[in-house]
């Protein structure tokens, strides 16, 4: 049973083959399970980018390692939290304490770290440059290992601080650089961060409300429904708007419809709309088992169903699930895309089995550490189950 004690799911740490490392090699962060979601924007996006692998730590994180010849384009990337340039890189550490010293000397070592300094320019024009810098390291592990994520945290510290090209001190309240390291079995990642907090929160999000979506989160959903101009794209769960306004951001569309039967939650989404991404229609008193819509009226659903822990109950899914499903299979075109977000995957299984969904792909995924599932699907022709 895993922290939120409902989904029996291991995720085994996959043996992963070493990076070839070298210059202008980006990580693109996601939560964990979202970074071929990541990885399918930036392709879409960054000229010649070429990805060289995947990673994930723990329940904390996603990762998708590239090359790409500038940062330039990273900055505009929607379905990523965070850019780091990787500035240091050692496979084949020892999992007792002697990986300490090799972890040590990597950081010492580390060669591209005037590289990451210049493309930290890029996306923070303010960054302070020059020959003294103020430093902190995030450290992250996962693995057995005979020593401690602090331990690792403090021999990057000591390997940074040891470093010729700048005059490194550590400070955690006002650093100008951030250290990610990160280790993976008997792998280290040592990267800089060049994104800030400006990446991961959106600056339309004034209005929240509990179960709102991560925005990279919500723009992975909505990136994942394969936008196209002529979208009428439904949100029926639509909250405060996220996955809508996200979609608006990722390029043109016919018409935006959301719905929530929280009339609360609808003007939170107003709000966070504003006269922005018209057209838009905002309805609060839709229920999602009876949308007033017609039969294939829209071409794309991107939608967070409520998981029954933040919003409702499991047993009111349970007695509502069928319905839903069945009511967004009936106003999607045929050639219409569906993406759905939801913890309930017993449910959600179930539901498939009987044909409530035709999945073309589902991913396991995490959300600030809570395990759920992601499911992309197209329009079921001959849905079994239909609304009662
Ligand atoms: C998981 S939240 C969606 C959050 C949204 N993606 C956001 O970022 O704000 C689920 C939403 O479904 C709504 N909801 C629950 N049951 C509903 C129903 N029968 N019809 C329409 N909306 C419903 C809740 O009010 C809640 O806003």
Not at 48 to 76: C, K, M, N, Y
Not at 275 to 291: I, Q, T, Y
């Amino acid at each position: 049973m895993n922290r939120a004690g409902r989904q029996p799911r291991e995720r085994k740490q996959e043996a992963s083959r070493s990076l070839r490392f070298g210059p202008r090699l980006f990580i693109a962060q996601t939560q964990p399970g979202f970074e071929f979601a990541a990885w399918s924007e930036i392709k879409a996006r960054v000229p010649a980018a070429r990805e060289q692998a995947r990673r994930q730590v723990g329940d904390r994180a996603g990762l998708s390692i590239f090359t790409a010849s500038t940062p330039h384009q990273l900055r505009s990337l929607r379905c990523t939290e965070d850019v780091l340039l990787l500035a240091g890189y050692r496979y084949g550490l020892s999992s007792e304490s002697a990986g300490l010293d090799q972890i040590r000397s990597a950081s010492r070592e580390a060669p591209f770290v005037e590289e990451a300094l210049n493309a930290r320019v890029v996306f923070q024009p303010a960054a302070r440059a020059g020959r003294r810098l103020r430093f902190r390291v995030v450290a992250r592990q996962v693995g057995d290992h005979e020593f401690r994520r602090v331990d690792l945290q403090r021999v990057v510290q000591l390997g940074i601080a040891e470093r010729r090209d700048h005059t490194w001190r550590l400070d955690e309240d006002a650093a100008d650089v951030e250290f990610w390291a990160t280790q993976i079995g008997d792998e280290l990642l040592l990267g800089i961060r060049l994104s800030d907090e400006r990446m991961r929160h959106r600056d339309y999000k004034i209005a929240h409300r509990p179960g709102s979506l991560r925005p990279a989160v919500a723009a992975a959903v909505a990136w994942l429904s394969d936008p196209r101009d002529d979208d009428i794209v439904l949100d029926p769960f639509c909250g405060v708007g996220t996955v809508l306004i996200e979609r608006a951001h990722l390029g043109r569309y016919r018409n935006l419809i959301g719905s929530d039967r929280d009339p609360g939650a609808i003007r939170a989404a107003r709000e966070n709309f504003g006269p922005r991404f018209k057209p838009v229609e905002l309805h609060d008193d839709w229920d999602a088992g009876a949308l007033p819509l017609g039969d294939a009226s829209v071409t794309k659903i991107a939608a967070n169903l409520p998981w029954g822990i933040k919003h409702g109950s499991h047993v009111l899914n349970r007695r509502r699930y069928g319905d839903w499903l069945a009511e967004m299979n009936r106003v999607l075109a045929p050639e219409g895309k569906m993406v759905l977000l939801t913890a309930e995957w017993r449910l959600m299984r179930d539901l498939i089995e009987r044909g409530a969904l035709a999945v073309e792909k589902m991913s396991r995924v995490t959300v600030l550490g809570a395990p759920a599932s992601l499911y992309l699907c197209k329009k079921a022709v001959t849905p079994l189950i239909t609304r009662r």
